[in-house]
Every structure is written in C-alpha cells, then in structure tokens.
C-alpha cells in the first residue's frame, strides 16, 4: 500500500510567491487527508498532481488564519467540482472548538450551499493550553441550527489517561491529536497504520497439504479452513509476522508540547513533521509567539527516537535553496545544519513547496 505526504505550503503568517500557507496532504491508496488550509491551498492543489475532490479527511491543528482560512474556499471548489448528483461520504473535519462555528457563519453569510455532506469534529483544549477567561468564551457556541449539508459532529474531549484526543479508529489507521504549547490552543495528530497480517508461508502450507486457491484468501484475511481430510488449519500456522504500520506525526504551531502525551504518540514515528519558523539565534523571539527552532524541533525528534524529522513553517525570510538569490540561501541551510547538531548529524529534510516524501512499507 504506497503512502507519501504532498507539502502544499511550507511558510509562516502568509503565503507568498515562494512559500504557500500551511498545508501539506497524506494520501494513502488514492484517498486523501488535508492537514491545515492556509490561504490559498486549494490553488496550490490545483498546482500539485492532487486532487481536491479525494479529500476525505481534513484535520485542522489551530485557528490561526494561516492555517485555516483557505477552508471555506476549498469546500466550496470541491462543491463546483463535485456535480448536483453527489453519494460520496460526508468529508469529515477535525479542528478545536470553535472551527464549526467559523464554517457556519462562513456559509450562511456568503449564501453557500454546499452539494456534499460534511461533518465537523471539535477537540475541546484544556486550560493549560489556554486563559480559562479564553477557553470558556471559545466552548460557547451561538448557532441555533445547521447548514444542511452539515451532518452531527462530535465534540471530543481528552483522555486524561492516554493524555490524548481519539479522532479516528477504523480498518487501517488509527489517528490521535495531542495538546501543543502555543498562543492558543493548538494541536498535533499521530496517524498510525493498523499491523497488516504477514505473508503466506509457502512451505508451511505445502507441508500441510493447503491446496492453492480460495482457502490461501481466507487465511490470508484471518479465516480458518477445513481440509478434505477434516483437519483444521488456522492462519497463524501458516501466516509470518504481521506487518509493522507506519506512523507520521505531524505538529501544529507550538513551542513545546503538553505532558508526555505527544512523546508516547510520537515515539519511533517513521516521519515526524515539525514547524521551524525561527532559527537558533531567535529562540526567545519564537518561544514568545509561541513557535519553535531548529533546535528545539530536533530535541523533540531526538526524545521520540523519530526515524525522520522534516522542518516546515518556516518564516518568509527563510527562502527555499532553489529560489533564493545569491547569499538568500545560506538562511535556510543554516536551519539545517542547526537541527542536524543536534540529531548528531542524522539527516534532516527542509520542506518546500511540492515536495513528495514517500513512507515506504516496513519489511
């Protein structure tokens, strides 16, 4: 089963002609999840070998305008695109409290009338995420009804044992969010792939007496056979290991996270994506908007024992290697070599705009 990240927007604050608006897309056999919707996605998807109308998913980590403002655009293009005749599921969005609201009022101001359904999921923060005075005022809700389209959506609380939000428990994966440090509340999601079963051991079953056919597709998918002569053969007899699922953990804006509920989710995470919006020497600076360095990125990497660390948000300043003029691109690399100290020298990716990062399978 192939699975990459797309990054659509790798930049800070604003999109500009070099760095688009957070955003960034996992796509897994065809279908597709949308982290973040800054200003201007969906024409960077236009950009992109995507397709908007994939989207089934769209986890949104804070309600900061360069990370969501592009939603309402989206789901509307998606609506044009989509046809009057529309049976897809409902695309479901997860985001603080406050995000239903914003799509709400969004629609009924400007007339919308979306063709598809959709469901919004909101995480409730906690107080040490934000002032109690701000966390109560963000849990009221002022909306009488429902657009149409908009199906009944959970608000999801954290588990104070697993120090973590569930959003996601089906067939393949499993997605959980975890409390950031930021100037509001903000969030960070931990996608893990469900162990596949292992491969058919072909000696075993020939040993057995297993003819080939149906019966290999039943054990296979975890079902029992019964031979002709009676016997019972069960798929642990003759499946290997199962298959390890990958993991990514993507991290909104932040400048640390809360408790260890991120560390136990992002623990040995094959692709670990965090925000670098400052370099080292503007440590102060950043961890007082609430954002991170390369450094403190690669600490966080490095304490989750992550196989890989990719750097994105980066400040409009920072322009990409292939973009900048001449003496632009030694801020940049610069941000490298900083989390790469700190990682001894483990290889660290800047992100850019159109980047594809592929996860292989696990062996």
Known sequence: MSMDVTFLGTGAAYPSPTRGASALVLRCEGECWLFDCGEGTQTQLMKSQLKAGRITKIFITHLHGDHFFGLPGLLCTISLQSGSMVTKQPIEIYGPVGLRDFIWRTMELSHTELVFPYVVHELVPTADQCPTEELKESVQVNKTDSPPKEGQGRTILLDSEENS??????????????????????????????????????????????????????????????????????????????????????????????????????????????????????????????????????????LCQAKRLVLTHFSQRYKPVALAREGEADGIVELKKQAESVLDLQEVTLAEDFMVISIPIKK
């Open 165 to 302: 939000y569930l959003l996601v428990d089906d067939e393949q994966f499993v997605v959980k969010a975890f409390r950031l440090f930021h100037r509001i509340p903000s969030f960070g999601f931990s996608v893990v792939e469900k162990k596949r079963p292992g491969k058919l051991n072909a000696q075993k079953l020939k040993d057995l007496g297993v003819p080939p056919g149906p019966a290999y597709g039943k054990l296979k998918n975890g079902i029992s056979v019964v031979l002709e002569n009676g016997v019972t053969i069960s798929p642990q007899d003759v499946l290997k290991k199962p298959i390890v699922g990958r993991k990514i953990c993507i991290l909104g804006d932040c400048s640390g996270v809360v408790d260890d509920g991120g560390v136990k989710l992002c623990f040995e995470a094959d692709l670990l994506i965090h925000e670098a919006t400052l370099d080292d020497t503007q440590m102060d600076k950043a961890k007082e908007h609430g954002h991170s360095t390369p450094q403190m990125a690669a600490t966080f990497a490095k």
